[in-house]
């Protein structure tokens, strides 16, 4: 089945550095990434869609320049937290789909978990 | 009012109990449906789509009704695996193919 490889699973970095996650599409081209933010005991958050080629849409009040995500190729996609501070601690996860809306059509990585100190 | 909404619970359950899980969604246009499930600290899985004549896999049933715009999830015969929180996901309502996620359900089930 459809697999998207997401590191790192955790980091710990020191306030005011950035952080750069990927997600990879392993064995499918990903037209649609979507990235989430979860906080502890909340659900998960839609942040932004990218599309492979064009700009992320990002979701009312999400940063725009603050998370800056690339689609650069239909198996990648980044997500770069910058310059983080505590309050950007949470649980990040990508999905992927290759176009389809159905059942088979979105594809998780396993997360990271960013800790800011 | 959120999109999607469902009881936080904890629903701790003795093992082998029925115990049924509901969510509303808030968004008329939406027309795909399906109940993840996340276990903790992990990326959610997909355990079922919602179909509106209501569909069965095993002992988890989903239904699906439009016009109350209201979905359940009944687990039969609970594990102590089906320990987890559950989550009721809507799309969008668009063609951008976004997911929605509820707050998500805990569920204990005890020995």
């Known amino acids: 089945g459809a697999v998207v490889s997401q590191h790192p699973s955790r980091v710990i970095c020191k306030s005011g550095t950035s952080v750069k996650i990927e997600c990879r599409s392993l064995?499918?081209?990903?037209?649609?990434m979507f990235w989430y933010r979860q906080f502890p005991k909340q659900s998960l958050m839609l942040m932004a869609t990218?599309?492979?080629?064009?700009?992320?849409?990002?979701e009312q009040g999400v940063e725009k320049d603050k998370f800056l995500i690339n689609h650069a190729s239909l198996t990648l996609s980044t997500l770069t937290v910058t310059s983080a501070h505590p309050e950007d601690s949470s649980f990040y996860i990508c999905?992927?789909?290759?176009?389809?809306?159905?059942?088979?059509?979105?594809?998780f990585g396993s997360g990271t978990r960013l800790t800011v100190v | 009012r959120k999109e999607v909404e469902q009881d936080p619970g904890p629903f701790n359950v003795p093992e082998g109990a029925t115990v049924a899980f509901n969510c509303t969604y808030s968004n008329s246009a939406s027309q795909s449906f399906f109940w993840y499930r996340q276990d903790c600290r992990k990326e959610p899985k997909l355990l079922m789509s919602?179909?509106?004549s209501g569909n069965e896999d095993g002992r988890f049933t989903a239904q699906l009704n439009r016009a109350s715009q209201y979905i359940s999830l009944l687990i039969r015969d609970s594990k102590l695996s089906d320990s987890a929180t559950y989550l009721c996901?809507?799309?969008?309502?668009?063609?951008?193919?976004?997911?929605?996620f509820g707050q998500g359900t805990t569920l204990q089930v005890k020995p």
């Open positions: 999905s992927a789909t290759q176009g389809g809306r159905g059942v088979s059509g979105y594809t």
């Open positions: 919602v179909y509106s």
């Open positions: 990218s599309n492979e080629g064009s700009k992320a849409t990002y």
């Open positions: 064995d499918f081209q990903a037209t649609t």
């Open positions: 996901v809507v799309n969008g309502g668009s063609n951008t193919g976004k997911l929605i």
